[in-house]
């Protein structure tokens, strides 16, 4: 990533480059965030960083209420986005459903 920010700021290969501000400004963020990945990898053995929450918890919805026994249950859980995408499981009776 920081390479890639270098070729940005050369004036060889790019009409426009940032200001040297902005330069050192995206410089610090970038290495600041590789970092912290490498912190929470080899320190905390976190296998990813959640970068942004759901801005709404999950919502389940039912085609129908109430349901009577045997009766088929369709129901639908949707989020709001987040980084990384959420993944879904239901779980009906500590068994995982499909």
């Not at 050192?24 to 600041?32: E, P, Q, S």
């Not at 026994?69 to 980084?83: E, F, I, K, M, V």
Request: hydrophobic share 30%; proline share 7%.
């Amino acid at each position: 990533m920081l390479d890639w920010l270098e070729e940005w700021n050369d004036p060889a290969k790019f009409s426009k480059r940032q200001t040297s501000q902005t330069y050192a400004a995206l410089h610090h963020t970038v290495y600041g965030l590789l970092e912290l990945v490498r912190y929470c990898k080899s320190e905390l053995h976190s296998n990813y960083i959640l970068l942004e929450l759901p801005e709404y918890p999950p919502t389940i919805s039912v085609s129908r209420e109430p349901l009577d026994y045997g009766d088929t249950l369709r129901a639908n859980c949707s989020c709001s986005p987040s980084r990384p995408r959420a993944t879904l499981t239901f779980y009906l009776n500590d068994i995982m459903s499909n």
